[in-house]
């Protein structure tokens, strides 16, 4: 019923930007939270970046003041604009969303914990 798709993703030069793109699609009504996470190579998952829909954010200390996320609600897509970034910045990110609530039918449902199938970052040294 929800799907993510990202895009956004490449390679790019260490200190060089990239910009993410996660849309929602399905009969989406609200989406409460969205958010950025990223797997390197054998690490586990982190949160990278988080907003709600009333626009409050929290980020990674890792990337504070380096990295925006921002969302369209009208679009149910999420951003995440990175600069300055680094070679260890390589990895997956992934878009989530959580607390979507969705037409179905005639009625309405929500749902949790919907993940993309994540995007490519590689940044070279």
């Known amino acids: 019923q929800v799907q993510l798709v990202e895009s956004g993703g490449g390679l790019v030069q260490a200190g060089g930007s990239l910009r993410l793109s996660c849309a929602a699609s399905?009969?989406?009504?609200?989406?409460?939270?969205m958010a950025w996470y990223r797997q390197a190579p054998g690490e586990q998952r982190e949160l990278v970046a988080g907003?709600?829909?009333?626009?409050?954010?929290n980020y990674a200390d890792s990337v504070k003041g380096r990295f925006a996320i921002s969302r369209d609600n009208a679009k149910s897509t999420v951003y995440l604009q990175m600069n300055s970034l680094k070679p260890e910045e390589t990895a997956v990110y992934y878009c989530?969303?959580?607390?979507?609530?969705?037409?179905?039918?005639?009625?309405?449902?929500?749902?949790?914990?919907?993940w993309g199938q994540g995007t490519q970052v590689t940044v070279s040294s």
């Open positions: 989530n969303a959580d607390h979507v609530t969705y037409a179905s039918g005639l009625g309405a449902y929500t749902g949790h914990d919907y």
């Open positions: 907003i709600t829909s009333e626009g409050s954010t």
């Open positions: 399905g009969r989406i009504l609200r989406i409460n939270t």
